[in-house]
Nanobody
Framework: QVVVVESGGGLVQPGGSLKLSCAAS????????MAWYRQVTGKQREWVAT???????TYIDSVQGRFTIFILYADNTVNLQMNNLKPEDTAVYYC??????????WGKGTLVTVSS
């Protein structure tokens, strides 16, 4: 059983920055890709960013240029650097790891609140 754990959420003012981290019980490079999603209470979970095992990255338009997804190989983590945060970025952020066989693993989420 693969365990995925997010960390790094918190309260930040608009325009501020946070870095989220995702640790897995398997080497992150063994996954086909890893992604960040977010969910606001009462709304559907929304895809935010993906990084493939080859290092390719994609982002939802609303975070393009503000968020960066990257792997820290020494820490075996996938990270989401979030800059110039806006109140509409407030959500629970989830890490998703997809195996080469297509099985997906989810963490329990970390709350990000952007408010003055």
């Amino acid at each position: 059983q693969v365990v995925v754990v997010e960390s790094g959420g918190g309260l930040v003012q608009p325009g501020g920055s946070l870095k989220l981290s995702c640790a897995a019980s398997r080497r992150v490079v063994d996954f086909q890709d890893m992604a960040w999603y977010r969910q606001v209470t009462g709304k559907q979970r929304e895809w935010v960013a993906t990084i493939t095992r080859g290092g390719s990255t994609t982002y939802i338009d609303s975070v393009q240029g503000r968020f960066t997804i990257f792997i820290l190989y020494a820490d075996n983590t996938v990270n989401l650097q979030m800059n110039n945060l806006k109140p509409e970025d407030t959500a629970v952020y989830y890490c998703n790891a997809k195996s080469t066989s297509g099985v997906e693993y989810w963490g329990k989420g970390t709350l990000v609140t952007v408010s003055s």
